[in-house]
């Protein structure tokens, strides 16, 4: 019985860890998408790393979810100007909540922006953070969470080997 109890528990825990939309045959980032002078452009993303990869964030603005993001993924989505309530929220309750954040964004027609869903092993010093910065352990390893605003040289860099995400 025991074994049965562990054998459900491992099947559900696991399946967990695997949902999210798949990135295979999706087109890498390639650059941004000129932007309408009357909204704003903005780019979400998360690069692959081994914490949280399999667990995909649904992104909602003002209450309605935009996309879902996966570990080495980005979307982009076009805004009219003003401040926008944003909510990033884990998929899987069993994954915990460490990046999930709520922030608000002020966005400006024509402009371009860049946020991402980080992850460090080391304390952010850059004062880049959107969100608050959340602490959790993984084998004995201290890592850091955040939402950032990112300069666009930089997330051009970073987005090189990040995937499309599907619409949802």
Not at 36 to 39: I, Q
Not at 157 to 168: G, H, S, V, Y
């Given at each position: 019985?025991?074994?049965?109890?562990?054998?459900?528990?491992?099947?559900?825990?696991?399946?967990?860890?695997?949902?999210?939309?798949?990135?295979?045959?999706?087109?890498?980032?390639?650059?941004?998408?000129?932007s309408?002078?009357?909204?704003a452009?903005?780019?979400?993303?998360?690069?692959?790393?081994?914490?949280?990869r399999?667990?995909?964030q649904?992104?909602?603005i003002?209450?309605?979810?935009?996309?879902?993001?996966?570990?080495?993924?980005?979307?982009?989505v076009?805004?009219?100007?003003?401040v926008?309530?944003?909510?990033?929220?884990?998929t899987?309750?069993?994954?915990?909540?460490?990046?999930?954040?709520d922030?608000?964004?002020d966005?400006?027609?024509?402009?371009?922006?860049?946020?991402?869903?980080?992850?460090?092993?080391?304390?952010?010093?850059?004062?880049?953070?959107?969100s608050?910065?959340?602490?959790?352990?993984?084998?004995?390893?201290?890592?850091?969470?955040?939402?950032?605003?990112v300069?666009?040289n930089?997330?051009e860099?970073?987005?090189?080997?990040?995937?499309?995400?599907?619409?949802?």
């Open positions: 019985m025991f074994r049965f109890f562990i054998v459900c528990w491992l099947a559900v825990a696991l399946q967990g860890c695997a949902s999210g939309p798949s990135l295979e045959g999706q087109p890498y980032y390639n650059g941004p998408t000129i309408n002078s009357n909204v452009t903005v780019y979400f993303f998360r690069e692959h790393h081994p914490i949280g399999g667990v995909a649904d992104i909602s003002n209450e309605e979810v935009v996309g879902s993001l996966s570990s080495g993924g980005y979307f982009m076009q805004l009219d100007p003003g926008k309530k944003v909510r990033a929220r884990r899987q309750f069993l994954q915990g909540d460490l990046g999930d954040a922030f608000d964004i966005v400006a027609p024509g402009r371009i922006y860049f946020f991402a869903q980080e992850t460090s092993s080391v304390p952010y010093s850059d004062r880049r953070e959107v608050k910065v959340r602490k959790g352990g993984f084998n004995y390893i201290q890592y850091y969470f955040r939402w950032a605003v300069p666009q930089e997330a860099m970073r987005m090189r080997f990040c995937r499309l995400n599907p619409a949802p």
